[in-house]
């Protein structure tokens, strides 16, 4: 590897700021004097790494052991700065994670070449350094060293040496390229187990989420079970009011048709006795004459004992009638309005049921009502017929007896219709009340068992939404830390990918690099040949470009030219020289760019040696100008 480089520079190229900014500072300094100025080495190049150019290298210029500059790399990895001529330089190119690398620079020239403008021209390559290791020693002498060479007449490098060293450089770079390339793979290891990591910690938030999700919904099936008993529950409690609705609505139907049935059998026994009447009329009309008198008394006493009997038996049926009715629109009234407090749809059934129930005691009222008119009319008829066969016959002693045993069994089945009303209603009121106090016991037990339902219910809803808020707190800091360590993983693979990238893209500069390398050897050598060949020719003292240029110099004075840019060419045996010559109203100058056989390059104007890049900018500049 060839640590210096001898380029040649092409006779037109584009400007950038800095060279126009180098160009304005030349003309001011070469306006501001014509004379003898003091000469320079300008150093021109870039450092680089794996075949890139290495921005913000540090360069440091020790002036013997004094620190005369310090700079950075541009972008690419260019610099370019002075030397002064007659001095010993050190010059220290260094990077964090790069081999330090130093070259020697001796500006010692012959005292004619004092006011001389020197450029050369060279790169420099900086190779990773392992982390953590001290560089070896090997790689702290000078990479090469430049000086002037009176064979070239020019700076040039010392092959030697150089050739030495680019032996040893080459040794550890490739012991360092094998220690960062351990340490790569480690850093890969380590990337990898890292990617790894994450994946099985995404992994366990994944079957975390998973598992919470599943036992948000075992809690969720849950509650769902609770309340599918609880309204099971409701459903059961609600059939069994409508079978004790039921029963009741039987009860009531039962008492009904016994009423019915005695009003029949009542009806029956008058019948009879009318017809028994008939019959004494027919048997003995003697006898109604004489015993009308009697039998009008007795009538009336027994009629009135009938009808204050049968007056308070329809009184007291009658107020039973209406204490059962309230009583039971009482207790529909509670369960409508316990129905309506335990929910709107429960409500509304229970107030439908209560419709038909009210409307049934309504009916039973109406119906009970009707048959005591029944009653009471049969009971009119049946007295305006006795009072008509009073009327119509005279009952003989016999009737008059039968008569009596008639009123006397029609008192006791009174008296005993009364007792039965009064057992009647002593069952009734005794069965509302048992009913009344199941009703309140069962109104109390749901009462109680709403409330334990409500607090159950509650207990089970805070459970719930505590369960919940804890899931999903847990849910979002596993989410939060998922998402961390994905970003992690994710800027890992772009980190791992971008190594990968610039691996690769080393590795193609680095064979490209290897290419051009192999190419310069080749040139190298050949130079080298060449060198030989001048070395070994008689010619023991090489001419002075300072000395032998100034014939070509245009004298405008003497000599007519036309305005613009005049080219021609001179070749002599050693060297091709080109000369411009520019002539305009504010500008008259000669340009000469002398190129030896053995490679060397040199630039004048008006027979004062330039740097290449002032000679390039300023003929490039009259051209703008001139040639539009």
Known sequence: MNIFKIESTPLLKKMTSKNWLFLVCCI????????????????IGNVQQDGKGLEGAEIKVMKGSENA????TSAQGKFIFNLDLGHSYTIVFSKNGSITKSVLVDTKVPEQYNSQIFSFKFKIDLFKAPEGQEPPKEAAPPVTKLAYSDVYEDFDYDPEYSKSRKAEMEVVKQKMAIEVAKQDAVKKAALEKARQDSLAEARKVQLAQEKARQDSLAEAKKIQQALEKVRQDSLAREREKQRLEALARAEAEKLVQDSLARDKEKQ??????IAAREKSKQDSLVAVEKAKLAAEAAEKARLKASQDSLARVLDKQRQDSLALAKEKERIAKL???????DSIETAREK????????????????????AEKEKARLAELA????????????????????QSELARLAREKAVKDSLAAEEEKARQVALAAAQEKAKQEELDRITREKARQEELAKAREKFRQDSLAEAKEKARKLEFEREARIQAQKDSIDKVKRQQEEEASRIAAEMKRKQEEEAERKRQEEIEAKKKALAGSQQT???????????????FDKQFIAEGITQDTITESNRVILRSIVKSKAVQATYLRVTYSYGGVFYF??????TENTYNQEMDAHRKTLLK
Do not use: C, H
Request: no cysteine.
């Open 541 to 555: 003292t090489p001419k002075k470009p300072a000395a032998d240029i100034s014939a070509y110099k245009f004298d």
């Open 335 to 341: 369960a409508f309005e316990k129905a309506q407090q």
């Open 28 to 43: 001011l300094i070469s306006g501001a004097s014509m004379g003898q100025q003091p000469g320079y080495l300008e150093l």
């Open 605 to 610: 104007k008006n027979s004062q040696s330039i």
């Open 268 to 273: 029956r026994a008058e019948a009879a006795m």
């Open 383 to 402: 007295r305006q017929a006795r009072e008509k066969a009073v009327a119509d016959s005279l009952a003989v002693e016999k009737e008059k007896a039968r």
């Open 69 to 72: 500059d310090n700079l950075l």
């Open 351 to 370: 107030a439908r049921i209560a419709e038909i129930a009210r409307k049934e005691r309504e009916k039973i009222t109406a119906d009970s009502l009707a």
